[in-house]
């Protein structure tokens, strides 16, 4: 397990002027990944973390800082070290999202599912980051469904969407009101487009600013004098202008409703001051939310995913001790394939100074090859039953199999 | 035998998708589906076989007409059963249909007041009609209550994790929506037909009064949902409350009726 190491430079140990020079792909590394080497890359908006094994974590630093221009000393202080066991559970914890901004996001694992296309089409990874690479997703598979950790939506945005999918249904088959081009909106009109959305409508008193949203969001400038009848003609309605006085109110709803055949609209109000009358909610149908419904709820839902966390790390430590497990065979088979090198070794010294006839010859040596077999298989077969760190050196210790073996594990 | 089987499956259906109204996994849903379909074959092969014994169809007693509405209602059920989206309806609908064929389950062999003689034309038709009126209504009324509960827990915006796998309130209206159309249109058949059966045997308007105005009385309340729905547009909770109302006091007066008239469809003979 001490064979890999990670570098990360993330959101909490560096700011965005680091993270930003620091976006790198595998390819970048190909140049200092040798024979049995093997090198991962991630970069994302919130951080940029390289995973080795079989090359030297200075040689790693160094092709960053020459990569990124940043000198040595300030990469060093702006970047978590992470090595063996560590490193393994940092690589799962990240796919999860539970390294994440927001905890629990799932943008993340189709990051670094992304990136692991990129390595294995540069040719950086082999058989053990392959292996850490699919339990990453395994475990990140394992913490989403076994946990409530994403379940719920953690942005006001998302929240609202996730409201008009209760009411609605399909968000393609509605039409949706923006009112106001500001930057909460915008979001919100993203989210709902992201969730199909078709048909976007764009209303806000300066029209050049509506026409400039409805332009990056592929809607429908709309006049301000046409709220009324974009009210009565749409579905969700996502409002929040700078308006210091209500803009939609109890008698306007009224009539929109009527006009609608009481149809059923949701309106989420993330303005402050508030846009809509909250008498304008208890309409027959009308659904009303503002921010502060939303940010309790959301909030709500922060504090449920923090306790989901426990339940998801649990899920990374047995995944690690499994990976672990399988480590440890790898290490444990390489010493049955030395043991049995040297039993070669062995035979062909004992059999090189006698003189005894060919026939003679391959009669005893055919003795002495089953008879250690027989006796290594008894080792053999203990090392892939117990293939525990101890037990791999210890045999490596009788049989004085390598000297550096203990130097190269203790890391 | 084969009814208590039965009504076994249908409980333990019912079962399976409270499970998957919690749980949400594939493989129980997978269990329930097939476990529905076995009820329902049940089901109908022992229905089959009661109307192949009485040699008409088996709707002679409550308890016969209460197994009828529960058949159909069923029927009406498996594509919604078999729609991810609605799959979850049956965690509310099946426990319904399970502890009713199971109180009616030990009376179903009993023939009630009705004899032979009546089964004419327009009885069957009647009856029929009147039964599947009945059965949309009981489906109707499931989906009303799972859409006010749904509804409840959008207006306080936290959406829990089992309320996430509740239909989209405008896909239960609309499901409401026809079931109350057809359900509707089903039982104004079935009062014309039972005007025609009663007719053609000649039976004194005296006789089957009360009946009479039970049975308009459950039209009325059903054709102002219908008018609400439709020319007024009273869509989604209202609907869903008057659904219920109607529902519940369908079920007084059919209890109410073949408490205080237990042969009331065996008038036309003896009068």
């Known amino acids: 397990m001490n064979r890999i190491g990670c570098i990360s430079v993330n959101y909490r140990s560096a700011p965005v002027e680091i993270r930003e020079k620091l976006f790198v792909n595998p390819q970048d590394f190909q140049c200092i990944c040798a024979r049995d080497a093997e090198i991962y890359a991630l970069a994302t908006c919130n951080r940029t973390e390289v995973y080795w094994t079989g090359i030297e974590e200075r040689a790693v630093l160094e092709r960053m800082e020459a990569l990124s221009g940043i000198p040595g000393e300030t990469l060093l202080k702006s970047c978590e070290i992470f090595r063996g066991e560590e490193a393994i559970k940092h690589l799962f914890a990240v796919a999860s999202g539970l390294d994440s901004l927001v905890i629990g996001e799932n943008q993340i694992l189709g990051q670094v599912k992304d990136a692991y296309r990129a390595a294995l089409a540069a040719g950086t990874t082999s058989v053990f980051l392959n292996k850490a690479l699919h339990r990453a997703f395994r475990t990140a598979k394992r913490v989403r469904t076994e946990t409530d950790i994403g379940r719920y939506p953690v942005s006001v945005a998302s929240q609202a969407v996730e409201l008009a999918c209760h009411i609605f249904g399909d968000i393609g088959q509605s039409s949706v009101l923006i009112i106001g081009a500001g930057e909460m909106a915008s979001i919100a009109a993203i989210r709902l ?178 008879s250690l077999k027989r006796f290594l298989h008894r080792v053999a077969s203990f090392l892939k039953e117990h293939p525990t760190l101890p037990n791999i050196e210890q045999a490596r210790r009788i049989f004085q199999l390598d000297e550096d073996y203990q130097d190269r594990h203790k890391g | 035998m084969i009814i208590r089987i039965a009504i076994l499956f249908y409980i333990l259906t019912g079962i399976g998708f409270i499970m998957y109204l919690f749980w949400r996994d594939s493989r129980i849903v997978l269990v329930s589906r097939g476990l529905f379909l076995a009820s329902i074959a049940l089901h109908v092969i022992h229905t089959l076989f009661l109307g192949g014994q009485m040699n008409h169809v088996p709707l002679a007693s409550p308890a016969q007409a209460t197994n009828m509405i529960v058949l159909l209602a069923s029927l009406v059920f498996v594509p919604f059963i078999f729609r991810k989206q609605t799959a979850v309806l049956g965690a509310f609908f099946l426990p319904v249909a399970g502890f009713s064929l199971g109180m009616i389950g030990p009376h179903l062999d009993e023939s009630g007041g009705m004899a032979p003689a009546l089964s004419q034309t327009w009885y069957p038709l009647h009856t029929v009609s009147v039964i599947a009126g009945e059965a949309l209504f009981a489906v109707a009324f499931v989906v009303s209550v799972v859409y006010l509960i749904h509804e409840r827990i959008i207006r306080k915006g936290y959406l829990h994790w089992t309320a996430s796998g509740l239909p989209p309130l405008k896909l239960l209206d609309r499901i409401l929506s026809v079931c109350l159309g057809a359900g509707f249109v089903s039982i104004t058949a079935g009062m014309i037909f039972g005007a025609l059966w009663a007719s053609s045997l000649g039976v004194e308007l005296s006789h089957i009064g009360a009946k009479i105005s039970a049975g308009a009385a459950m039209w009325m309340v059903f054709a102002f949902s219908i008018h609400q729905r439709f020319a007024i547009r009273w869509s989604g909770g209202r609907t869903a409350v008057i659904t219920i109302a109607g529902f519940v006091f369908m079920v007084l007066l059919f209890i109410g009726m073949n408490m205080a008239y237990p042969e009331s469809h065996g008038i036309g003979l003896t009068g």
């Not at chain 1, 304008?280 to 503002?290: F, H, Q, R, V």
């Not at chain 1, 989901?308 to 690690?320: G, H, N, P, Q, R």
């Not at chain 1, 070669?344 to 026939?359: F, V």
Request: charged fraction near 35%; aromatic fraction near 6%.
């Open chain 1, 193 to 370: 487009k992201e969730r199909g959305a078709r048909d976007l409508s764009i209303i806000n008193r300066t029209h050049s600013a509506a026409c400039d949203l409805a332009m990056e969001l592929g809607g429908k400038p709309k006049p301000f004098e046409a709220l009324r009848e974009e009210l009565a003609r749409c579905s969700i309605v996502i409002t929040s202008t700078g308006s210091p006085d209500p803009i939609i109110t109890r008698a306007m709803m009224d009539e929109v409703m009527k006009r609608r055949r009481h149809e059923p609209i949701i309106i989420i109000d993330i303005a402050v001051p508030r846009d809509v009358d909250p008498e304008a909610g208890k309409c027959y149908n009308c659904y009303l939310y503002d921010i502060d419904a939303l940010k309790a709820i959301v909030d709500k839902h922060i504090t449920y995913r923090k306790e989901e966390t426990d339940k998801a790390l649990d899920i990374i430590t047995s995944e690690v001790e499994r990976f672990g497990k399988w480590v440890r065979s790898l290490d444990a088979q390489a010493t049955i394939r030395d043991l049995f090198a040297l039993m070669d070794e062995y035979i062909a010294s004992e059999m090189g100074s006698n003189s005894l006839s060919p026939e003679q010859r391959a009669a005893v040596e055919q003795k002495l090859r089953i």
